[in-house]
């Protein structure tokens, strides 16, 4: 693993293309208290593969988003937030019969987060390899991704197909490793997976405290 501009293909579109999920995160509306203690909750658009798309359209680069939303109102509504941010969503199916996920975060009064999610399944988890745009995954320069799209399937196998296709483009591999433990079966089949592709990234993305898991 190598992590400097000059792993950076010499050809290429500049497309930076984000696999993963995108859902609707309930922030409360007020702060430092748990979520059984929010008077309230605001929806706004989450998901850390679609919160770098969007970042990198608004930084001034080239992005587009691969992944499963719902057919339902919540599903367009996150389709229509990767339009207006200038996103491409030519890598985006939606599913009739999921719905898009939820998750409820806040940050409690001791600093701890605090996460709720509601998956069972949710459409992100049911992309598939078929569901796969292999020609936008073969144009981008930068194709970047998280872990949790491995926890189940059909969604892993669409992941690892994913970055096999881009590799062998010659993409850039970026991971963010972004550990989710509540949405894990346990700690040690999150580590299992995360590391499992580990070391096919060029670039990691990680912060300290979830190294110790």
């Known amino acids: 693993m190598a992590s400097n501009a000059s792993l950076l293909p010499a050809t290429g579109s500049g497309l930076i ?83 898009t996920a939820l998750a409820f975060v806040t940050l409690r009064a001791d600093g701890e987060r605090e996460f709720m999610f509601y998956r069972n399944p949710s459409a992100d988890m049911l992309l598939t390899p078929e569901d796969l745009n292999l020609e936008l995954i073969r144009s981008a320069k930068v194709f970047h991704y998280g872990s949790i799209s491995l926890i189940v399937e059909p969604c892993r196998s669409a992941h690892l197909k994913a970055m096999e296709v881009a590799k062998d483009a010659g993409c850039l591999l970026s991971y963010d490793p972004n550990l989710r433990l509540p949405l894990w079966p346990s700690p040690e089949e999150a580590r299992k997976q995360i590391l499992s592709i580990w070391d096919k990234a060029d670039l990691i993305k990680s912060v300290m405290w979830s190294w110790n898991f």
């Open 17 to 99: 293309v984000s696999f993963g999920e995108m859902l609707i995160d309930f922030v409360p509306t007020a702060s430092g208290v748990s979520l059984a203690e929010a008077p309230g909750f605001l929806k706004a658009p989450g998901g850390a593969p679609a919160n770098v798309a969007i970042a990198v359209s608004r930084l001034g680069g080239k992005s587009a988003f691969v992944g499963k939303l719902g057919d339902d109102e919540f599903g367009h509504m996150l389709a229509g937030i990767l339009k207006e941010n200038n996103v491409r969503g030519d890598g985006i199916n939606f599913d009739k019969g999921a719905r």
